[in-house]
């Protein structure tokens, strides 16, 4: 009889019942806002997916995912996808099961390789088209997710966002699958050129020098060029982990696409605090963070324009917070 009956409180199906909890704790003032969103996620591999299926549980209103690559059995050691998926585009198996998660969110299926210049044209005017919305300002969505594995796809993600004065998040899994990290991008703030070309990438290897996608973004080394083995030797600390990779791949894309999704509901909802950077490294427990700042002599004529435009815009932001 100490037993609690749980089956008289019927668990909620309604998607929103999770962040309706949130109102009702005081953290989200309106919770209902969240199918207003439109939310971009490229790549829908280890973290892509399971970020999408999180975000489609939570209720929001439209998510547009792209993927060049098709399902394949290889693909059975993560979350999401499912053996009888194997063959069907990522993007389209994904939509097959979200809808069937949630049928209120509107999924956009982008088969396509955003590198490309087609692709890359396509990427950007399903970012502007803002039929969802029409009301919004500015593009058509209300965040990026950026979940790619490949530094010319995080490239072409950045310039796009850079182009379009896009907020946007990018995420990482390193190769031996025990630590990753998100990071929120936004363009008259920072962007990856900038890193590239500070002395940030510096720190950026240090505290996050077992991801290997880390070190390649901020190095602007071409991954293309270099050799598995040479990255193991150089994070030669790491090496007898690429073990484990097969065993804690889906924990890992889990845990990141867990940070990442937190981080959109907060950045999204407006409440509590989006970390700039937010690093995860599973064998010593250890979530670095850290802030950045914009760099005026970055590469990227795109951030330049944004930063200056950021800076000219100054006077009138001054004003208008002294009014309120
Ligand atoms: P693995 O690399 O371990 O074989 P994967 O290919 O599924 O796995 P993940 O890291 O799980 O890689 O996911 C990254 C996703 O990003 C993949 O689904 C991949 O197809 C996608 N992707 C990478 N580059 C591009 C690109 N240029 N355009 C579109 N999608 C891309």
Redesign the pocket.
């Known amino acids: 009889s100490k037993v609690k009956d749980m089956s008289a409180e019927v668990v909620d199906s309604n998607p929103y019942s999770r962040l309706m909890a949130l109102q009702r704790m005081g953290i989200v003032k309106n919770y209902e806002r969240i199918r207003e969103f439109s939310v971009a996620i490229?790549?829908?591999?280890?973290?892509?997916s399971v970020a999408a299926e999180m975000l489609t549980r939570c209720g929001i209103g439209r998510l547009l995912l792209?993927?060049?690559?098709k399902v394949e059995l290889?693909?059975m050691n993560?979350l999401f996808f499912r053996p009888e998926q194997v063959g069907m585009t990522?993007t389209d198996a994904a939509v097959q099961t979200l809808s069937d998660i949630n049928p209120d969110v509107v999924l956009e299926s982008y088969t396509?390789?955003?590198?490309t210049v087609q692709?890359f044209d396509t990427f950007m005017s399903s970012l502007r088209n803002k039929s969802f919305c029409p009301s919004k300002e500015g593009t058509g969505v209300d965040l990026v997710l950026s979940?790619?594995?490949?530094y010319?796809?995080r490239m072409?993600v950045n310039q796009a966002c850079n182009e379009l004065n896009q907020t946007w998040m990018e995420s990482g899994?390193s190769e031996d699958a025990v630590s990753g990290h998100i990071q929120l991008l936004i363009p008259w703030r920072n962007c990856l050129f900038c890193l590239c070309t500070s002395f940030v990438c510096v720190f950026i290897v240090y505290i996050d020098s077992l991801n290997h996608t880390s070190f390649v973004v901020a190095s602007g080394v071409d991954e293309r060029t270099l050799k598995r083995g040479s990255l193991c030797r150089i994070f030669t600390y790491y090496n007898d982990n690429f073990i484990t990779k097969k065993y804690t791949q889906h924990a890992i894309?889990g845990v990141v696409a867990g940070l990442l999704v937190q981080n959109t509901l907060k950045f999204l909802l407006n409440f509590g605090y989006v970390s700039p950077y937010l690093g995860y490294n599973s064998l010593k427990d250890y979530f670095p963070t850290m802030a950045m700042k914009p760099n005026p002599q970055c590469s990227n004529a795109a951030c330049l324009e944004r930063q200056e435009e950021y800076t000219l815009a100054k006077p009138a932001r001054d004003a208008a917070a002294k009014a309120k």
């Open positions: 490229v790549g829908v591999g280890g973290v892509g792209y993927d060049y690559d290889a693909n993560r990522k396509l390789n955003i590198t692709g979940c790619v594995d490949n010319e796809a072409a899994v894309g």
